[in-house]
Structure formats: structure tokens, C-alpha cells
Nanobody, 126 residues
Framework: QVQLVESGGGLVQAGGSLRLSCAAS????????MGWFRQAPGKEREFVAA????????YYADSVKGRFTISRDNAKNTVYLQMDSLKPEDTAVYYC???????????????????WGQGTQVTVSS
């Protein structure tokens, strides 16, 4: 099993940047594909970005492509989400998620993941 703890959320003005971190417990972090999702008030949780267990493959939702960057440091058991050019519509609770992977691929569907963090709030003011 793996436990996930997100950090780095906060309040930022439109056009600004934030870097989210997700620290994972355990010694097998490099065997997990990771993803970031977000949930705005009154909306369903939606996919943001995903990364394969090695970090060699990444995938983004169209709404964040070119503005957000997912990365990971397996030596530090941490996955990151660099968010630039933030917009008010990026306001949401952001969650990281993990799934044990044996194929070296990424996963973009919510149901693929079986471990979740508690979330961190990101608020972008206009």
C-alpha cells in the first residue's frame, strides 16, 4: 500500500504559479503510476495530468496542456504538479493518486487509481 500527502496549495492571482507536491510513503514508489485530479465545488472530480512510473511518459487534460507540468522524483518518493498561467477556472481541490503499474504506462481515468491523497485547495482569484 501507499499513503499520499499533498501540499503546496493556496491562493494566487490569475496568471500566477503554484507548485503542488505529493509525498508518498513506502519503498516502492517507483512501481506506481501517478496522477493529479481536481474537483471544483458542485462538479465531478476530473483528470488533470498523469505520469508513468519512470517519469518517461506524461499526459495532460486539454484544459491544462501547455500550462501545467507533471514530474516525479523517485528518489524522494514525490510527484509534482507545476501550474503556470493559472486561471480562475483552475480553482479546485487537487488530489494526487497512485496505481501499481507493471507496464510503464500512464492512466487518465479516475477509476484506474486505487490510492488517493486528502487533497489540497487551490484558489485562483481574478
Amino acid at each position: 500500500q501507499v499513503q499520499l500527502v499533498e501540499s503546496g496549495g493556496g491562493l494566487v492571482q490569475a496568471g500566477g504559479s503554484l507548485r503542488l507536491s505529493c509525498a508518498a510513503s513506502g519503498r516502492t514508489f517507483s512501481t506506481y503510476a501517478m496522477g493529479w485530479f481536481r474537483q471544483a465545488p458542485g462538479k465531478e472530480r476530473e483528470f488533470v495530468a498523469a505520469i508513468s512510473r519512470s517519469g518517461g511518459n506524461t499526459y495532460y487534460a486539454d484544459s491544462v496542456k501547455g500550462r501545467f507540468t507533471i514530474s516525479r522524483d523517485n528518489a524522494k518518493n514525490t510527484v509534482y504538479l507545476q501550474m503556470d498561467s493559472l486561471k480562475p477556472e483552475d480553482t479546485a481541490v487537487y488530489y494526487c493518486a497512485a496505481v501499481r503499474d507493471y507496464s510503464g504506462i500512464y492512466y487518465s481515468t479516475l477509476s484506474s487509481y486505487n490510492y488517493w491523497g486528502q487533497g489540497t485547495q487551490v484558489t485562483v482569484s481574478s
